[in-house]
């Protein structure tokens, strides 16, 4: 039978800490690593876009992410996928203190993932998944969670052959 994926990712260009110090990003490092998923499995892509856009400057996004963490906050996204015919969802997001930035918990909770595989993967720069794991059971009940994938946004340039085995090793590719 043959797989229908989906890649949905949110990612943030502009300053971002990367090896000790702060870099602006033409790109971010989640949305690089989702274009290589996307060009070595063919699967479409759907870039998870809140209503209004985080800060450019690193601190005031990381206290704006904070804040909507500890608030449990609901911003809302642009777009939904055009429909639900994938059966893996690969779905990318940064580590935002320890989990996933709170536009993914928006998509996960308008989103009917019930039957459906998930396959996370976040970048980060040492926090590796932090809790998202645990957070994606507990926000997707009705899905099976896959093994994640954590890759160091500072070398996400370098991570095909890390994303290429774990994508062999979920029968991907």
């Known amino acids: 039978m043959k797989k229908i994926i989906l890649i949905a990712y949110f990612s943030r260009a502009g300053e971002n800490y990367m090896r000790g110090k ?3 990003l033409e790109h971010g490092n989640t949305e690089i690593a ?3 998923i996307a060009r070595l499995t063919g699967a479409p892509v759907f870039r998870i876009v809140p209503m209004n856009e985080y800060p450019e400057k690193y601190k005031e996004c990381t206290e704006a992410a904070q804040k909507e963490l500890m608030d449990r906050a609901a911003p809302q996204i642009r777009e ?3 429909n639900d015919d994938y059966d893996t969802l690969i779905l990318g997001y940064p580590c935002w203190w320890g989990t996933m930035p ?3 918990w928006t998509f996960l909770r308008n989103t009917d993932l019930s039957g459906k595989k998930i396959l996370p993967f976040c970048t ?3 926090s590796g998944l932090g809790s998202s794991i645990d957070d ?3 926000l997707c009940p009705g899905a099976e969670i896959r093994s994640g994938l954590s890759i160091l946004g ?3 340039k370098d991570s095909e052959p890390a994303i290429r085995e774990w994508l ?3 029968n991907i590719i």
């Open 22 to 24: 702060i870099v602006n």
């Open 34 to 36: 989702a274009g290589t």
């Open 80 to 82: 939904y996928p055009d």
């Open 102 to 104: 709170m536009p993914v």
């Open 124 to 126: 980060n720069e040492g």
């Open 136 to 138: 994606l059971k507990r």
């Open 154 to 156: 500072a070398d996400v």
């Open 168 to 170: 062999h090793a979920e």
